[in-house]
């Protein structure tokens, strides 16, 4: 299946995708809620099917739900898998979930859309998952 732009509406938020030489840019607006945090995330493993890199552009967002970070976490999981690098540039709504959720700053988060180099580059050096490590008894 090669992705095509388009865009789907899910609740309060719409997702679309728009294929470019050198990245898939995926933008959502509206407010990501529990409601619709999944459809972002079925949204996103669509188009890494076909994608060499991924940019997830949260800035049109008004509202962010934790339920949200959750859906970065399993985007960031299905690009890693692919090996597609992605960038998440976050906007003012994910920025302070963000700052609570994902102090050590481990999803690749910028923000502002990156310019793209034809190597990839800009994307850098792929970041760990993040992996729940037990406490000491």
Known sequence: ???TQSWQRSGSAEFS???GPLATLI????ELDAANA???TVFVERCVR???QVIVDLRSLNFFGTAGFSALHRINVVCSG???PWV???GRAADRVLRICDPDKTLPTT???PEFVSDGTVFGEPRALLQLVPQPR
Request: net charge positive; proline share 4%.
């Open 111 to 113: 923000n502002s859309r």
């Open 27 to 30: 933008t959502a607006h509206g």
């Open 88 to 90: 998440l540039v976050s």
């Open 1 to 3: 299946m090669t992705v």
């Open 17 to 19: 995708v728009r294929p």
């Open 82 to 84: 692919a090996g597609v």
């Open 38 to 40: 999944n459809h972002l």
């Open 50 to 52: 076909d994608s060499s």
